[in-house]
């Protein structure tokens, strides 16, 4: 997929000439102008759907500076965007969208871990991660802090269940770099920075000053301004900047946090950092209703609970039948309305003093049950469960078609219960009584979810009227916030002068006017003339397929996605089909339909690495590989479908073609010498096309052919070794350090262990059918997998003995659609579960990498990997940007550019002193290898040359 030069020549004059301009310092292939791109990059997790003309993916602060300084003469507008996690419309543009790509993922750290500078690009959750050896982490823990970025954190001033309005981005930045409207650059922890944009920038400093002064002189205005910001509030710019500070530069940082892009662009922000308590407890507790959990969170403050919860009956109800959840759940009455509480300490005896001081304060209230507090992480995490799964519960049993709406309001404390009970009348008058309403509520911040669709002017008008209701009730009755956390967006846009009323909006308008006097900057978010922006370019939802007609569009999939930085994202994918399907339902558009269906074939179908990792972080676990697979099925030909029966029928023919392959390669290899061979496949490749499969020096030779196993003991343990497809086909590579064969490993720690080994018969004519199932052949695969599945039931007595696969992939499939009685075990979960504790080891003195599998992850087995690991070495890498390697079965071979993409962090992850990899999938060690240039192994390799024999005892 090019850049298509009508593309560029549709767009109007002023935006082909800002193109123009812009290719002259922005690789063409980080430009995009056409229909798929621009469509599937302009989604959000918002409500809205607005459709960019030009997106960008940048990669430095001079690239965006400079884009800020051309779109000014142009007088274009931009909007900047990082992970596209938010929910009031912030994110969205019909101009000029630019995405943080290539880079943003710098960092330091100061002070002991007292401070971080942070780009913009870092997850929050890799943030904390790196402050952990500090015991330490960042003050803002919104719910999504393990996928939205550090620059929306901070725009957004997000906050979460315990950073209250202490912790969070305004109370804890210690300096910036913003990038304002006309590229300037302000580094505000650089004293000469600063002095050169006071002198610069004498009418922005000015105005600043006389907002300031004007502010501070208005007493009634000043007090207004302090007792607002006592509970959260995103609605607006954060105009108590000018309450807290007096420095000009002190109130501009403070500005940023919370202005959604809307003044500039913060390129690295640095944090003050807070304790990562060691010790922790919570408690669910239960009230009669409300009003008496409302009383409750009133007796409770900061620091002595660190967090409450409130959870109504409704959205405990959502969840009661989710697993994992209490029974009790569903026996508890109408009224019921439970609070989980935090509390935290650095040591055993706060936190018991804690428990103890909460248990008294709450002291009289009437609860359901006794208030008991537990301390075991396992039972705790179950707790934060039931909080947890409110929000996707919603979003599952939604109605087809709907979108999950998630709004947020806070109201001061003494007034929680009357404002809950008031937003739950609202709620239910105007037909949303299965929405659900729970929050923060120690920071008097709830969150109200419910589902609505706006295919019709009525649904619009139904939604128009109750969002006006609930801002006059939250604003007049109960002086509350529009927005606590989530940001204004488009959203709340136009209630900002509700809320602040005339003179404060006065002075938010002249902010946006002193920092962006041409209103460029992500124009109709915070301040907008556009009364009907909050309903305009509502999103549309229809349906695609069962598979992912639930997706909320949240974005919780990207994180994990290898093609993410290629093409698109599970998110994205989803949407396009949605959009598709909308076209052929109108009947509209079909040339642009014909083009958009046919791009996704490269965009969204075969950079695909259905590795279903997505699944893992999905809040309601859709797996859009599924959904991939299923159109690789819906496209198969009558031929194609014929062929893959024959190659199922005699797939023991189909491996010996493949290992002679495989031989002949090797060969040429050896004869030829690695440079020359590479050179030729390269030619071959691009003379040829895709059709031939990339070459690199760590493709495989051909498998050892499977020997018979030695006879064992008498009395020994019987286990069923089914050595995978792939590991029958491929052995080492030339520079592979150990040259046995997998299953020749996997023998040698068999017999170790003193284990009867017992060979499915013909085992060259059986497969699990994952390969089939990859490309689209169900059929095909489901008479392989039957076929292994009658073969390993007769060899394990029906399930009387394990059944060991050495190929991760492998092992998935069969768990998910083989017999329950057989008991499936990966490498690692054999090794880790059946011989670290019956085997002496010597660990080897070196430094290892290892590559936990998609499907080892699905598998839950990322944790028995590192131990495994670490028994053996005595120092384990887990590279920590890499997820799925994208070699996908073939992919690797066929479309290795999503490999690469896949890998781009692998080999800057890995210590010069790093010897070797491991994983347990060898088509996945073949790329791994090519990315990092050290060799990857099985697991069992390293397990096998570390172990010496079973224990004595």
């Not at 239960?286 to 409450?308: N, S, T, Y």
């Not at 209490?326 to 019921?336: G, I, N, R, S, T």
């Not at 399907?581 to 490269?602: F, I, P, Q, S, W």
């Not at 695969?781 to 394990?802: F, R, T």
Request: proline letters at 5%.
């Amino acid at each position: 997929m090019g850049i298509v030069k009508s593309d560029i020549l549709n767009l109007p004059e002023s935006y082909r000439k800002f193109y123009e301009e812009l290719a002259a310092f922005i690789p063409t292939n980080h430009i995009f102008a056409d229909p798929i791109r621009t469509l599937a990059y302009g989604v959000d997790a918002s409500l809205y759907r607005i459709t960019p003309k030009l997106v960008v993916k940048v990669r430095s602060p001079k690239e965006v500076a400079k884009i800020f300084k051309i779109a000014g003469e142009f007088k274009i507008p931009v909007t900047i965007r990082a992970a596209g996690t938010s929910l009031s419309g912030q994110a969205l543009t019909d101009s000029v969208l630019l995405l943080l790509a290539g880079g943003w993922s710098g960092y330091q750290i100061d002070d002991h871990g007292e401070t971080i500078m942070l780009e913009p690009g870092i997850i929050g959750s890799e943030a904390n991660q790196y402050l952990r050896p500090y015991s330490r982490k960042i003050g803002p823990d919104p719910a999504s802090i393990n996928y939205a970025m550090i620059g929306g954190i901070a725009a957004n001033n997000a906050s979460g269940m315990c950073c209250g309005t202490d912790d969070n981005s305004y109370k804890t930045i210690a300096a910036m770099k913003i990038i304002f409207a006309d590229g300037a650059i302000l580094d505000t922890a650089d004293p000469e920075s600063c002095q050169l944009f006071i002198s610069s920038h004498q009418e922005l400093i000015s105005s600043i000053e006389k907002i300031r002064d004007e502010i501070n002189a208005d007493q009634q205005l000043r007090q207004m301004i302090v007792r607002k910001f006592k509970i959260k509030n995103t609605t607006g710019y954060g105009i108590n900047a000018f309450v807290d500070y007096h420095n000009p530069i002190d109130i501009i940082s403070h500005l940023m946090i919370g202005s959604e892009g809307t003044l500039g662009f913060i390129a690295e922000i640095t944090y003050k950092t807070v304790v990562e308590h060691a010790h922790k407890a919570s408690a669910l507790m239960f009230f009669p209703d409300i009003k008496q959990a409302c009383m409750a969170v009133m007796r409770l403050e900061r620091p002595l609970v660190a967090a409450a919860e409130l959870l109504d009956r409704i959205s405990l109800r959502s969840v009661e039948d989710s697993a994992g959840m209490p029974a009790y759940l569903k026996e508890l009455d109408e009224q019921a309305t439970a609070l989980l509480v935090e509390t935290r300490a650095l040591d055993r005896a706060t936190l018991d003093d804690n428990i103890q001081k909460t248990i008294e304060c709450l002291a009289g209230i009437p609860v359901l049950f006794p208030i008991t507090f537990t301390d075991k992480k396992a039972e705790y995490e179950k707790l934060w469960k039931i909080r947890a799964g409110v929000f996707p519960a919603v979003g599952g049993i939604r109605r087809q078609g709907t979108s999950v709406i998630i709004e947020d309001v806070a109201f001061p404390k003494e007034l929680l219960a009357e404002g809950v009970l008031a937003l739950r009348e609202c709620m239910n008058r105007y037909g949303y009584a299965d929405g659900v309403i729970y929050g923060h509520a120690l920071d008097g911040n709830v969150h109200f979810v419910f589902n609505q669709n706006f295919d019709t002017p009525d649904d619009i008008k139904r939604y128009k009227d109750f969002i006006n209701e609930v801002c006059s009730m939250v604003v007049e009755r109960f002086t509350g916030s529009l927005k606590a956390e989530h940001g204004t967006g488009r959203n709340m846009a136009p209630f900002v002068e509700l809320e602040w009323g005339q003179q404060a909006y006065k002075y938010m308008k002249q902010i946006k006017q002193a920092f962006d006097p041409e209103a460029l900057l992500n124009p109709d978010v915070v301040i907008t003339n556009n009364a009907d922006v909050y309903v305009e370019n509502l999103k549309i939802m229809p349906q695609v397929h069962d598979l992912v007609d639930k997706c909320m569009e949240c974005g919780f999939c990207e994180i994990n996605c290898p093609s993410l930085h290629l093409t698109s994202s599970p998110r994205q994918r989803i949407a396009v089909q949605r959009e598709l399907a909308r076209m052929r339902a109108h009947g509209t558009d079909k040339a642009l339909a014909e083009r958009v269906e046919e791009d996704y074939d490269y965009f969204g179908e075969i950079t695909c690495a259905t590795d279903g990792l997505c699944q893992t972080t999905c809040p309601l676990s859709i797996n859009t590989g599924s959904f991939t697979k299923h159109l690789r099925s819906t496209k198969t030909t009558k031929r194609g479908r014929n062929i893959a029966k024959f190659m199922a029928e005699h797939f023991g023919g189909v491996t010996s073609l493949a290992k002679l392959g495989l031989a002949g390669a090797h060969l040429a290899h050896r004869g030829l010498g690695t440079c020359t061979m590479g050179g030729l496949a390269k030619t071959a490749r691009s003379m040829i096309g895709h059709s031939v499969p990339k070459w690199n020096k760590w493709l495989p030779k051909a498998s050892a052919s499977v020997a018979a196993p030695p006879p064992a003991p008498a009395g020994s343990r019987k286990i069923v070794y089914f050595p995978s497809c792939v590991s029958r086909t491929m052995g080492p590579a030339k520079e592979d350090i150990d040259q046995r064969s997998l299953h020749q490993v996997m023998m040698s720690l068999l017999n170790k262990a003193g284990y009867s080994v017992i060979f499915p018969p013909d085992m060259e004519d059986l497969c699990c059918g994952m390969p089939f199932e990859s490309k689209g052949y169900i059929d095909a695969a489901d008479e392989l997998s039957a076929k292994l599945e009658k073969v390993l039931l007769e060899c394990s007595n029906n399930g009387q003995y394990p059944v060991l696969c050495d190929t991760s992939p492998c092992v998935y499939r069969m768990k998910r659609v083989m017999d329950k009685r057989l008991t499936i075990l990966d490498t690692v979960d054999f090794i880790h579960d059946y011989l670290l504790s019956e085997l002496e080891f010597v660990k080897s003195p070196e430094k290892v990498a290892i590559h936990v599998t998609c499907s080892a992850t699905k598998m839950g087995l990322a944790e028995k990997f590192r131990a495994v690991a670490e028994a053996c070495a005595t120092e384990v890498i887990i590279p920590p940007k890499v997820k799925c390697c994208g070699f996908a079965g073939d992919k690797g071979f066929e479309v290795p550019e999503l490999n690469e993409s896949a890998l781009a962090h692998l080999k800057e992850a890995l210590p010069a002193d790093c010897s070797c990899g491991f994983s347990n999938s060898r088509t996945c060690e073949i790329g791994l290898a090519d990315h990092s240039s050290i060799s990857y192994q099985s697991i069992a390799v390293l397990v096998d040359r570390c172990c010496l024999g079973r224990k004595i005892k």
